[in-house]
Each structure stands twice: as structure tokens, then as C-alpha cells.
């Protein structure tokens, strides 16, 4: 089983629709959680980090952490075509060391 | 955030030859480190850059096909050496500002091994 799962997708969603991206992880250990995106020849870039159960709010997008469920959750609202990218999930434990899901490939069509 | 830039960009390559990777930040940081990310495959690290003193490699990666040096607190390279198709891969290089702070990638490097 790997570390960090997360649904490849690719997804493809209408402008204006909310999306749900997904991970699960097994190291109880893990103590921080991040979302990067990444656009094509680009490096990933942070969009959300959380030390926290809970849910964890910027603007259209909210980051939320089950860590009873070990489950980590993206959302975007009112989806746009800027936002088709790849969704990275990152899951740390100590040294600042980052375990990364594979990428879910979203697309938001006008 | 820092700002990281990466050089080169891009390269295509012989195969048994070997090239290096620059990482420059524009302000000091705690942490580097470096990653490979292969497609369709998640990141992952190749070890972290230690300032002044030798790399620690993860399980799977060795100095002597991936030198890296860190001769300050904004600079370091990344070397992938007698390169086969099989390293042909987007190499990225992430830096730690603060302990306790996320990590923040570069560009990368894409690299193409004939």
C-alpha cells in the first residue's frame, strides 16, 4: 500500500462547478498537509497548508483534514478555466520531509 | 515566498554523460532539497542538500550517480552522472525558508537522455 493515495483522474469539470479532490493516507505519524499545483512546465506552487483536523479557508478553495479517517480533502469553488492544472497532494511528517500523492489532472471547460 | 530559479530549464543529453543542475534563491534558506518527478509518477526525493557538509540520499538514490553540493545558504547543484534513458525525468529543486514553513518549488529541469 502506498503511503499517500490519491485519484489520478484526469477530471473535467463545467466553469462555475465545485470540485472535490481526494487523498488518503496510512502513516498516522504525518503531522502536516499541503495542496500544490502545478501547471503544465511549471513547478508545483503551495496553495493551501494545514497543521490541523479541520477545514482551512482561501478564497475559492478550502482544505480540509479527517486525520481520524486519514483523509485529506481539496474543494474549489466556482471552478474557472484558470484553475485546470494538476492538484498535488503532500503529506509531511518530521525533517520537513514531503510524501506526494501522484496528482489528480483537473480541466474546467468554459 | 523566495523566488528559485533553476538553469537549465532544459536539456537534451547523450547517453553516459552528465550534467548539472543549478538552484539559485534569492534569500537564504534553511532547507534545499531535490526531487525527481517522472511521468505519471509523483514526486520523489532524491535527497536533502546540506550546507557545507555532504547530502543525505533517500533509499534508492546514491551519491556517486547524484553529487550534490550546497557551498552556501542560496545555492545548490545537482549533478545526475553516466545518465541512461531511464533518468530521463523533470528534476526540482524545493527550498524550506523557516523551519516549520512549507516548502516551495522551482521550475525544474527537464531532461531528455538520447
Redesign the interface.
Known sequence: QKEVEQDPGPLSVPEGAIVSLNCTYSNSAFQYFMWYRQYSRKGPELLMYTYSSGNKEDGRFTAQVDKSSKYISLFIRDSQPSDSATYLCAIGGGGNKLTFGTGTQLKVEL | ?AV?S?KPSRDICQRGTSLTIQCQVDSQVT?M?WYRQQP??????IA?ANQGSEATYESGFVIDKFPISRPNLTFSTLTVSNMSPEDSSIY?CSV?ED?QQ???????T?LSIL
Open positions: 515566498s528559485i533553476q532547507m532539497f505519471g509518477q509523483s514526486l520523489t526525493l536533502t526540482l524550506v523551519m512549507p516548502q516551495h518549488f522551482g521550475d525544474g527537464r
